[in-house]
């Protein structure tokens, strides 16, 4: 399938199909009015935590990160943040660790660089503000 980019709004009395990658390499850009219907497929991967500060956790690169490998100080990155992107972790471990934003972003309305800290067998999605701002849902499990 040929890339396809229009500069004008496009319309159709009969509907489109769109067929998008989404393994980092597609997007759906600009103004989207009306209703997409359809699966929204998010890839997913396993990750494993590692380092002990936002340099050095493991980056997450897709829309839902299965880590395992959490210990209390080791951690992962979110992507750069994007108005509307949203990335869910599930923390497979009976250990907490830690979830940094990317470079000069932000958790929560907290500092730059500074790290969150994921409970032991939770899940959390992340979902961007704006370019710099993450905010998250907490899910527990049930005891």
Not at 71 to 93: D, H, W
Not at 126 to 131: E, M, R
């Amino acid at each position: 399938i040929a890339r396809t980019t229009f500069s004008a709004p496009v319309a159709s009395d009969n509907g489109f199909i769109c067929i998008l990658t989404c393994n980092g390499t597609g997007d759906l850009t600009g103004n989207v009015t009306g209703t997409i219907t359809g699966a929204v497929n998010q890839p997913a991967a396993s990750v494993a935590a590692t380092g002990t500060n936002q340099a050095t956790a493991a980056a997450l690169t897709a829309g839902f990160s299965y880590v395992t490998a959490a210990e209390g100080t080791k951690g992962v990155k979110l992507p750069t943040a994007v108005a509307g992107a949203a990335v869910m972790i599930v923390n497979s471990v009976a250990k907490p660790q830690k979830v940094y934003p990317n470079t000069s972003d932000k958790i929560n309305g907290g500092t730059a660089y500074a790290a969150v800290i994921m409970e032991n067998s939770t899940t959390m999605i992340v979902v961007a503000l704006d370019a710099t701002d993450w905010y998250t849902v907490v899910f527990t499990a049930d005891s």
